[in-house]
């Protein structure tokens, strides 16, 4: 294989990757919706047991769990943002419905850009989905006999 055709591959490649990631910024920045089966008390205790340990700190914000990634890259860029490193802001809101269910409202909320492409997506957007997978067994009528128990 010829120099050129290397580049050219390499040049393919890199112009997925940017369109892939890109992409997947646009799918974080997006709302996702769960309506569950169970109170709003309770649906913010599920959401706010997926975000454990020391990589995930409180933030500021007008939902009412709103959670800040530690992400370090770099360690001069990460000091310099709010010494809480360059991960997304995951914001969760919970409404009762006049069904009696709950309206779980769930998005990246704030992130850091660089050249107008955001940092962490993919946390962002596996973060989002945990929430939801967690609701949504949570409000499965198996995991209400297990609680039962």
Same mark, same amino acid.
């Given at each position: 294989?010829?120099?050129?055709?290397?580049?050219?591959?390499?040049?393919?490649?890199?112009?997925?990757?940017?369109?892939?990631?890109?992409?997947?910024?646009?799918?974080?920045?997006?709302?996702?919706?769960?309506?569950?089966?169970?109170?709003?008390?309770?649906?913010?205790?599920?959401? +706010?047991?997926?975000?454990?340990? %020391?990589?995930?700190?409180? /933030?500021? *914000?007008? !939902?009412?769990?709103? #959670? $800040?990634?530690?992400?370090?890259?770099?360690?001069?860029?990460?000091?310099?943002?709010?010494?809480?490193?360059?991960?997304?802001?995951?914001?969760?809101?919970?409404?009762?419905?006049?069904?009696?269910?709950?309206?779980?409202?769930?998005?990246? +909320?704030?992130?850091?850009?660089? %050249?107008?492409?955001?940092? /962490?997506? *993919?946390? !962002?957007?596996?973060? #989002? $989905?945990?929430?939801?997978?967690?609701?949504?067994?949570?409000?499965?009528?198996?995991?209400?006999?297990?609680?039962?128990?």
């Amino acid at each position: 294989m010829s120099f050129g055709t290397i580049m050219v591959l390499a040049l393919i490649v890199i112009i997925g990757w940017l369109c892939w990631y890109l992409w997947l910024a646009g799918r974080a920045r997006q709302s996702e919706e769960v309506v569950v089966a169970l109170t709003p008390e309770r649906a913010l205790d599920v959401a +706010s047991l997926q975000f454990p340990g %020391l990589r995930w700190k409180e /933030a500021s *914000g007008s !939902a009412h769990l709103n #959670k $800040k990634a530690r992400v370090l890259i770099g360690s001069a860029t990460s000091q310099s943002r709010d010494a809480g490193g360059l991960g997304p802001t995951i914001s969760v809101i919970v409404e009762p419905t006049e069904t009696g269910s709950t309206l779980v409202g769930v998005w990246m +909320s704030a992130w850091i850009t660089q %050249l107008g492409i955001p940092y /962490a997506v *993919g946390l !962002a957007q596996r973060q #989002k $989905k945990k929430i939801i997978r967690a609701l949504m067994a949570a409000d499965s009528p198996s995991a209400e006999s297990r609680s039962a128990q």
